[in-house]
């Protein structure tokens, strides 16, 4: 349900990764014992719904996503990044006050709940070369954990959940939140899950905490050094003052 790597050295604090939709921990791979490397205690846990955790029952609401999410994290999160989907639970947490959070990172957190969510093949040689195909950038790693996370998720609780149409306003969250925001996300119209609320966002954190990486809708996949240099300069700034 979660990958922890211990800090080199004297620890820093603790950073908490969150994947998107679909996917698991294991996304972090790379992410975390780099981050380590830096002396941060570093959690990644599987959302509800995904990798080992229990399967999503009952109505779905954002909210109960956020509270089932907060019972798994350390009382104190410095950091706190997340992933699209998991970028949208992270503001949750933070301006919920859920968990005490000091500062986040969001990768390319979407607008809305996207109308569905592609059934992986039951092949899974014909689903590695179909995620391979439309993702050459990516590690062989990576790409073996976007397709056994989507086979590991609860495809019924998360069309549920699709189908529930949840609703969320990503500038009152990052207004609510009260804490330091970078924004990772791709350049305009390269196929970001970001679009009506760009402008806002970008006005709310600043354009020098609006960062954008030409890596698509996982920049830590597709740009893990370029990830972990904006993310390292976003900390070094906000949490070692």
Not at 113 to 139: F, G, Q, S, Y
């Amino acid at each position: 349900m979660h990958v922890l790597w211990e800090p080199d050295g004297t620890g820093r604090g603790t950073v908490v990764l969150l994947h998107g939709a679909m996917a698991t921990a294991a996304t972090w791979w790379r992410i975390g014992p780099a981050l380590a490397g830096q002396g941060w205690r570093v959690y990644a846990i599987d959302l509800p719904g995904h990798g080992d955790t229990p399967r999503l029952d009952g109505p779905f609401s954002l909210q109960r996503f956020a509270t089932l999410t907060a019972e798994r994290l350390p009382e104190r999160v410095d950091l706190l990044a997340g992933h699209s989907l998991g970028a949208v639970v992270a503001l949750l947490l933070a301006a919920g006050r859920l968990r005490r959070v000091r500062a986040l990172v969001l990768e390319d957190p979407p607008d809305r709940m996207p109308d569905a969510w592609e059934v992986p093949p039951a092949d899974r040689d014909a689903a590695l070369r179909r995620v391979r195909r439309l993702h050459p950038r990516w590690a062989d790693e990576d790409v073996a954990n976007a397709v056994d996370g989507a086979s590991a998720a609860d495809l019924a609780g998360i069309g549920a959940a699709v189908a529930s149409r949840p609703r969320w306003n990503l500038g009152r969250l990052v207004t609510d939140a009260a804490v330091p925001i970078a924004v990772l996300t791709p350049p305009a119209g390269t196929g970001g899950a970001l679009s009506a609320s760009r402008t806002r966002l970008r006005q709310l954190v600043g354009a020098n905490r609006f960062i954008e990486i030409d890596g698509g809708h996982c920049a830590h996949r597709a740009c893990p050094d370029l990830w972990l240099a904006s993310v390292t300069r976003f900390a070094d700034a906000v949490l070692d003052e």
